[in-house]
């Protein structure tokens, strides 16, 4: 292949030295010391459109220069279509853009790098991230291959009805196809992913999470009762989308406060309930539906939005929703979320059967102990039990009002707590998510 490209070169030469000089300068960029079998689409759409012009040179004209010498080399190669990419309208508007600005150029790459349809999309299991491990750039360049392959063949055309719909298809069934050893590409993403979240050094307390690791890594299926514990959610949501009346502070109106407590039969304190305050029920599921972005405030009103309403008649997505809602915070509450789910999937995964841990466990104080000897704490002192409490107190007021839990209140002391079958399913669902889900994205 080296044969090949030094003819081509050569030949290059003698029609135009300075272009077969810039080409293989290019090419050297493009390839970085691979046989040109590894070239894809999507690298030669990303070096001529972002590469070229950000880092490779700053005048307007060279870059032209170079991309069109590029072209000229690739149709003596024979690779007409990485030879049109190069020297397409498209391809000068985009340098054109750079000359702009490079903000302008930037999104002119990446409005036309998601047009082509070799772009590898994002998937409700898998979004990309900006900083990838070995497992995902393998897998992100292997999917970029199968697309083109896919546009190539006719069976992906980007820009017709519903092409998107297609690409995610295609992009799911190639992550998930096994390979010999009956692992699939999405598997080792996710591997990957949760080994480096487990190790995170900013994060000591996960070191206690190891023993859940292939949990971790596979997550849970969405449960058959899943509509049935999320009902309170989607019945809240009911009322949103009627809006809800507010009280001058911003809390749910006392008539819908003491009909969803009987709907449901909400113990509460007192009986029946005066304002949200006395249920910690709503307390916990007007902050989960604030925090999904599912509700918004309109005036004296709480109103569904459009994801809100979206979440309502898609049981599984509302599902997902509500655990990623769980750990949507940082610092020594999402530590402390973190340690409470783990330490219930630990309990859950040491019982035997359908029947509950037989020793009565002080949960607040575990977590307290884990988090301590991670280092928690502020001015020098240690995290007290009622510390831990007050940042949990949220969170498992919504295990409890969604029946994850049994064995009575989840803080109170001793009780032996366990999740239910939906409950397990649940924290593994958020644990998974946040453990597979990339700081930032592409």
Not at 16 to 21: K, T, V
Not at 274 to 284: C, F, G, H, P, V
Not at 413 to 425: D, I, N, V, Y
Request: hydrophobic content about 40%; aromatic content about 6%.
């Amino acid at each position: 292949m080296q044969e090949t490209v030094a003819s081509a070169l050569a030949q290059l030469s003698r029609a135009d030295s300075r272009a077969a000089q810039v080409a293989e300068t290019a090419l050297s960029t493009l390839t970085d010391g691979r046989n040109l079998e590894a070239l894809t689409q999507h690298s030669v759409q990303e070096f001529c459109w972002f590469v070229l012009p950000v880092r490779f040179s700053t005048d307007s004209a060279e870059r032209h220069f170079a991309a069109r010498s590029l072209g000229r080399l690739f149709s003596l190669l024979g690779l007409d279509r990485y030879a049109a990419i190069c020297t397409s309208g498209v391809t000068r508007e985009i340098l054109e853009n750079h000359r702009v600005s490079h903000d302008s150029g930037r999104q002119a790459y990446r409005r036309a790098m998601r047009a082509s349809g070799v772009e590898p999309p994002d998937l409700p299991e898998l979004t990309w991230g900006s900083t990838l491990g070995s497992a995902e750039i393998s897998a992100y360049q292997a999917t970029a291959a199968s697309l083109e392959l896919a546009v190539a063949l006719d069976e992906l055309r980007p820009g017709t009805p519903a092409w998107r719909n297609s690409q995610q298809q295609q992009t799911r069934a190639f992550l998930t196809q096994p390979d010999s050893q009956g692992r699939s590409r999405l598997d080792r993403v996710r591997e990957e992913r949760v080994r480096a979240w487990l190790s995170s050094p900013s994060h000591p307390h996960r070191q206690r999470l190891w023993p859940l690791l292939g949990q971790l890594i596979s997550g849970a299926e969405t449960p058959p009762d899943a509509a049935a514990a999320l009902a309170p959610v989607v019945r809240l949501l009911d009322y949103a989308d009627d809006g809800i009346g507010l009280t001058q502070i911003g809390y749910i109106s006392p008539s819908v406060v003491r009909e969803l407590c009987a709907e449901f039969d909400w113990e509460t304190s007192p009986s029946p309930p005066r304002s949200e305050t006395d249920s910690t029920q709503l307390i916990a599921l007007h902050k989960l539906l604030r925090t999904m972005r599912a509700v918004r405030r309109s005036g004296r009103r709480l109103v569904l939005t459009r994801r809100g309403r979206r979440l309502h008649d898609d049981t599984e997505a509302l599902w997902r929703a509500v655990a990623e809602s769980v750990l949507d915070t940082d610092g020594f509450a999402q530590a402390a979320t973190e340690t409470l789910l783990g330490l219930l999937l630990s309990f859950s995964s040491r019982s035997t059967g359908n029947h509950a841990r037989d020793t009565c466990t002080d949960i607040a104080e575990e977590a307290r102990l884990v988090l301590a000897d991670a280092g928690w704490g502020s001015d020098g002192r240690l995290p007290d039990t009622q510390q831990v409490g007050s940042v949990l107190i949220t969170v498992t007021w919504l295990l409890e009002t969604l029946g994850f839990v049994v064995g009575g209140d989840l803080l109170g002391e001793g009780g032996s707590h366990q999740l239910t079958k939906a409950g397990h399913a649940f924290s593994l669902t958020a644990m998974h998510l946040s453990a597979t889900t990339p700081p930032t994205s592409l």
